[in-house]
């Protein structure tokens, strides 16, 4: 069967970005933020079927790294910190990006990242004045004063929680080096240039582990755990998110555009339709943040070493994740359009849209089909298969159309499943199961549907 998946044919393009676009809108994975108001640029709302699948996404992140290591934690902090965090961090003095402005249209641009066509809307080349920096903080106000007093910032990463929160969690949890901790949650910057879909926008989400380690005494001492990483990270995109990995590159960056504190950092690299850019980011952050912390706040974060009782500022491994990119490799790896024999009502050739999703990330892990929708004994024992894969997983109900119709619109969205509930069944409890990714078709006993769902979600 010929199944080509587009985002590593050499035509990907601009063209499957639209594609993905279009379906996310149509199937209700992703919607325009504020439409009904003509929008809010670059804002984007997940629907229905977006917010399982992101969902799944962070509760596969969650399970993988914290519930089923011995050595992760979890935290969930607020989103509007302290603004001494913000100065201790370097983030209000140095998280900036250089602004450049067009002095005959007012355009701002980011001037690391300008587009390759720089024509004026007031026409020849833009002209740009000198590149000056600009501050990614989200700022606000606490409380009803609006003066310098009251101004907060919205988190611009999660990880800071990880490094103010570490005395807690350390006495709490007592544990031991190395160990780290997890967040998830959303993150804030208020982007020159946000766009390409949900690639780059303001309000974003992360998924974020600071890997706390003994202070290390030579470079093999840090670097077993940022390869420990580097590894788990390779995983976690083949195994969970099943990309694919031909669009997955792995770039050491170099010293001259590293933090001043990491001495090894790599970005994991996709190959989007607009370019191979970056998806996650794996750092070593020596002990720059707790000792930051430590300098600003006056209160020990030091590490007590049980055995030896030296007393030391750990050193910190960062693999740090969007969910956003995440999502939006996932469409884009398992994404596949298929000529298909039969012709539509307007005799034009078909083409079966389908979404390769491993059942894991699949907003629906199976759709119920009663074979006619005015028979109400089919539909009533639909309903009775549907109602008990329910307490299992989210199950889709499609009563509309013909059943060759429901299964293609369930393969666009990537349901694995299709079961078909007919006469036969009433008699023998018997259904037919549908396989998206070979369009099989085969007859089981009903009562065998949630064990046989149960082992594809092992996958
Ligand atoms: P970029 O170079 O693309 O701006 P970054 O290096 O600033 O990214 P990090 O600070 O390393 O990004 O953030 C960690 C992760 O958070 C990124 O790898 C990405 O997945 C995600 N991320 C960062 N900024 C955004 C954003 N504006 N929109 C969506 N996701 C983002």
């Keep these: 069967m010929n199944m080509p998946n587009l985002s590593t044919s050499a035509n990907a393009s601009a063209d499957l970005m639209e594609k993905i676009v279009s379906l996310a809108k149509r199937r209700g994975f992703v919607f325009p ?15 229905p079927l977006g917010v399982e699948l992101k969902n799944n996404i962070k509760n596969l992140w969650w399970k993988r790294f914290v519930q089923q290591r011995d050595d992760m934690v979890g935290v969930d902090a607020a989103l509007v910190m302290n603004p001494k965090v913000w100065a201790a961090s370097g983030h209000l003095a140095t998280f900036t990006d250089p602004l450049v402005e067009c002095k005959k249209c007012n355009e701002r641009m980011r001037a690391d990242n300008l587009p390759e066509d720089l024509k004026c809307t007031k026409g020849g080349q833009h002209e740009f004045t000198e590149a000056k920096q600009f501050n990614l903080m989200l700022k606000t106000f606490l409380g009803p004063a609006e003066d310098d007093a009251n101004v907060a910032y919205f988190r611009p990463e999660t990880a800071q929680a990880m490094f103010v929160q570490f005395k807690n969690v350390l006495t709490t949890t007592r544990k031991q080096l190395p160990f780290g901790i997890a967040q998830v949650g959303k993150s804030f910057r208020n982007e020159i240039t946000p766009g390409n879909f949900v690639f780059r926008t303001r309000e974003f989400e992360q998924m974020e582990v600071e890997y706390f380690i003994p202070q290390p005494k030579s470079d093999e001492d840090w670097n077993k755990y940022f390869e420990m990483w580097r590894v788990e990270m390779n995983k976690w995109l083949s195994d969970d998110l099943k990309l694919n990995m031909d669009s997955v590159h792995e770039a050491e960056i170099p010293e001259a555009d590293r933090a001043h504190y990491s001495k090894r950092t790599i970005d994991f690299e996709f190959d989007y339709p607009f370019g191979r850019k970056e998806l996650y980011g794996l750092a070593y952050r020596g002990d720059y943040d707790l000792k930051s912390h430590q300098d600003a706040s006056g209160e020990s974060l030091e590490y007590t070493d049980p055995h030896t009782n030296e007393k030391y500022l750990p050193h910190v491994i960062e693999p740090s994740l969007g969910v956003d990119r995440s999502v939006l490799a996932v469409l884009l790896s398992h994404y596949h359009e298929d000529p298909v024999e039969s012709k539509d009502s307007t005799g034009q050739a078909a083409t079966r849209i389908w979404l390769s999703l491993p059942a894991k990330l699949a907003p629906y892990k199976a759709a119920v089909f009663p074979l006619l929708k005015n028979k109400p004994e089919l539909v009533a024992k639909a309903r009775e298969i549907y109602d008990e894969l329910r307490k299992h997983f989210n199950v ?20 694995p499943y299709g079961i078909t509930v007919d006469f036969d069944t009433l008699e023998d409890n018997t259904v037919t199961i549908r396989h998206r990714n070979t369009m099989e078709q085969e007859r089981m006993n009903a009562s065998d549907l949630v064990a046989r769902i149960k082992s594809k979600l092992e996958d």
């Design 33 to 47: 933020g504020s439409e009904i108001y003509g929008g809010l640029a670059n804002s984007w709302d997940y629907g």
């Design 396 to 415: 889709a109900w499609d009563d509309r159309g013909n059943v060759g119709k429901r299964y293609y619109s369930q393969d666009e969205i990537g349901t």
